[in-house]
């Protein structure tokens, strides 16, 4: 079956430490997104990549990074830059430029710092 | 003012009522729009998209787009408690070369019975 596979899928993170969220499909799409969600708000967008070896920051950018080494990879890391890392973390994809905008949802990841 | 806007709600409808979901955008030149539903958890899925003004029906669920007024609804028909969840409106914007999506903070919706 097609689809996004982030993992973990709950993850507990000290202060101070770096963390790597998965972010791996399988639908041979173009472009790839992170999202972070806090509890009652909408999504916001912290890294996107319309292709390999290219990714812009989004609105959120500042205490996070990515590479995109490979088209069906978006891996994401939380740095201990970002203040305030509790969150839910959604990675999507859609087919690419010049497509409707559609995007596919991983079942995403929930971090927690203790 | 935010780029997409919506009424964090909660909104509450009792079962076999029409629901109505409401956004608004900022972008005159948005040609894409969407409806996602959220359960508490789980990720957002796909549940409309429009892209030309009027009305698109699907099963209960029907979009309305006016782009003159930068006003996107959602109505669900004959309710039910299964539709109780978050409903996230989303416009795909194209900034410096690159489309992404910018979700609003979406409306929390219970249906009782």
Redesign the interface.
Known sequence: DGGITQSPKYLFRKEGQNVTLSCEQNLNHDAMYWYRQDPGQGLRLIYYSQIVNDFQKGDIAEGYSVSREKKESFPLTVTSAQKNPTAFYLCASSIGWGNTGELFFGEGSRLTVL | QKE?E?N?GPLSVPEGAIASLNCTYSDRVSQ?F?WYRQYSG?????IM?I?SNGDKEDGRFTAQLNKASQYVSLLIRDSQPSDSATY?C?V?LVR?G?????????T?LTINP
């Open positions: 997409v919506q964090s894409s969407f789980k990720s957002p899925e796909l998209s892209y996230l989303a795909k410096q690159a489309q992404k999506l910018v979700f609003g903070q979406g929390r």
